[in-house]
């Protein structure tokens, strides 16, 4: 099993308890490494410049447009957040904090729709 923790400046890996530490000069965000998946309720198709997602649950149905729907696709992909993060940033020419923001938001509501599930690498 492998661990990874992130403390005071120092990036600890753990494997199979020999246990690693590198100095780090950069910031890691939790978020960076969990991957996101579609629940296995929904259905979804892209139609035009759209995308329909249909919660078969709750029977809601959500239209996608614009930015939204690049995320959405972005994550069919099984990109990870920051890879998410990466490339809205290039393709948009925006301030990372400002993508963080807004991609959190984005995945925070369609995971309290029950249309998203967020999974995690150990980080602690």
């Known amino acids: 099993m492998l661990e990874i923790c992130s403390l005071d400046n120092e990036l600890l890996i753990r494997k199979d308890n020999q246990i690693c530490t590198l100095k780090c000069r ?8 969990m991957l ?3 629940a ?9 410049e759209k ?9 809601k149905l959500l ?14 992909g099984k990109n990870e957040l920051g890879n998410i993060a990466n490339i809205l ?3 948009y020419n925006q301030n990372i904090d400002t993508i ?3 991609l959190r938001c984005f995945v925070e509501q369609l995971t ?3 249309l998203l599930m967020m999974e995690g690498i150990g980080i602690e």
């Open 89 to 91: 940033k290039h393709e």
């Open 100 to 102: 963080w923001l807004d």
């Open 40 to 48: 296995c309720h929904i259905s979804w198709q892209k139609i035009g």
């Open 36 to 38: 996101i998946r579609t």
């Open 26 to 33: 950069f910031f890691l965000r939790r978020e960076e490494l």
């Open 51 to 59: 995308v329909y997602i249909i919660n078969e649950k709750s029977q």
């Open 112 to 114: 309290k729709e029950g």
């Open 63 to 76: 239209v996608l447009e614009n930015v939204s729907k690049e995320i959405w696709l972005l994550i069919l």
